[in-house]
């Protein structure tokens, strides 16, 4: 036991401590659809954090309330007790107006074409693209307590808050920390 010990100890050791870290720190997840478009893009790769504090604007992944076998990429709009309003694509939280410099690429694609050319694949996405007046429908929540307001940076296409309502801090899996494939891509948040 003792010759084992020695000639395997610090690879069982080593084998233990990823482990560890990966169950209870680190986890990969994989981008599936096009609801963080441009931010993240389906097929993307993932490390997340799950013991994160979450604060407002940190990209997350989440069980969505009315399925929680799917987890969904997001981004944290409104904290516990904020009322969140959006109207003609400007975003209201607490009375603050806050820029989102993040969808200025699909902003400005909006405008230009409606996002005809960027969802050539998808007759669906063009229809609902073609319809909208604006890049993002206008509305306005409180958030409850223990709850966050969460939405995809691509607003045309996004299922998020809006449509399955308020995730909770048990329904949050953690933050994202970094991209990590495609390797040309590799980014920290």
Same mark, same amino acid.
């Given at each position: 036991? #003792?010759?084992?010990?020695?000639? *395997? ?23 599936? @659809? ?8 389906? !097929?993307?790769?993932?490390?997340? $954090?799950?013991?994160?504090?979450? +604060? ?6 989440? #069980? ?16 516990? !007790? ?5 109207? !003609?694509?400007?975003?209201?939280? $607490?009375?603050?107006? %806050?820029?989102?410099?993040?969808? $200025?690429?699909? #902003? ?31 509305? +306005?929540?409180?958030?409850?307590? @223990?709850? %966050?307001?969460?939405? @995809?940076? $691509?607003?045309?296409?996004? #299922?998020?808050?809006?449509?399955? @309502? ?13 991209? %990590? *494939? ?8």
């Amino acid at each position: 036991m #003792k010759k084992f010990l020695s000639d *395997w100890g610090l690879f069982i050791v080593i084998i233990l401590a990823f482990l560890v870290v990966r169950i209870f720190v680190f986890t990969p997840v994989q981008v599936s @659809g096009h609801s963080m478009d441009p931010t993240l893009a389906d !097929g993307q790769r993932l490390i997340v $954090n799950k013991l994160a504090k979450i +604060e407002r604007f940190d990209i997350i992944t989440t #069980k969505e309330p009315d399925d929680e076998s799917t987890t969904a990429v997001k981004r944290v709009i409104g904290l516990p !007790g904020d009322t969140v309003k959006m109207s !003609g694509d400007v975003l209201t939280i $607490n009375g603050k107006t %806050y820029k989102e410099a993040y969808l $200025n690429e699909f #902003k400005k694609a909006f405008a230009d074409d409606k996002l005809q050319s960027e969802y050539s694949y998808s007759t669906l996405f063009q229809e609902r693209a073609e319809a909208a007046t604006t890049f993002t429908s206008d509305f +306005e929540v409180t958030v409850p307590a @223990g709850s %966050y307001f969460v939405l @995809g940076d $691509n607003r045309l296409v996004s #299922k998020d808050s809006r449509i399955f @309502g308020f995730v909770t801090k048990d329904d949050i899996q953690g933050e994202v920390l970094l991209r %990590y *494939w495609p390797l040309k891509q590799l980014s920290v948040f």
